[in-house]
């Protein structure tokens, strides 16, 4: 799995070096397991497990922005990954503001991106992304790695 997920990382930052924005990748996931269907639920002991699962998987992906929303569960989904880069997640709700401040962030390393079911895929489709993506219910392992190109965005997708 490690091996599958370096190598999908080291195709996805060759393929970036020919594009127009800063990023080398954006990895953009859903929130982790969610504790209940409350407003604003903490994360389930699954989902806490699960953000460290991704933490663990992006240590190498060399990420310098974090985005979430302001939602309990996308920010504890970041945290540990937060904690361990040292890196201040920038909270975000509206999502066409956080496609521009993606767009317009000049950070030459890579952005993780914590989002929601409804979300993930309009951000995808933002920046090209031809793929019909469905995020069920009960979906919370897809990791997407987007590396925007000039014509066409590389999307490669792995679960974790």
């Given amino acids: 799995m490690k091996s599958i997920f370096t190598a999908a990382i080291l195709v996805s930052g060759l393929a ?28 389930s002991e699954a989902g806490k497990a699960r953000a460290q699962n991704l933490a663990k998987a ?9 985005y979430t929303t302001e939602y309990l569960r996308t920010v504890k989904t970041a945290a540990p990954l937060a904690e361990a880069a040292k890196i201040k997640p920038t909270a975000i709700n509206d999502t066409q503001k956080l496609i521009k401040a993606l767009k317009e962030d000049k950070s030459s390393k890579s952005a993780l991106v914590v989002g929601h079911s409804n979300t993930v895929p309009e951000i995808l489709k933002a920046f090209g992304s031809s793929q019909k993506v469905e ?3 009960t979906e919370f392992d897809r990791l997407y790695i987007l590396t925007p190109g000039k014509a066409k ?7 974790y």
Avoid: C, M, W
């Avoid at 070096?17 to 639920?41: G, N």
């Avoid at 992006?58 to 974090?66: S, V, W």
């Fill in 16 to 43: 970036f070096a020919h594009t127009a924005f800063a990023f080398q990748s954006i990895y953009i996931v859903r929130h982790a397991e969610k504790l209940d269907d409350s407003k604003d639920p903490e994360l």
């Fill in 58 to 66: 992006l240590r190498d992906g060399d990420i310098g922005a974090i």
């Fill in 135 to 137: 995020i069920g219910e």
């Fill in 153 to 159: 965005p590389v999307v490669n997708l792995i679960r």
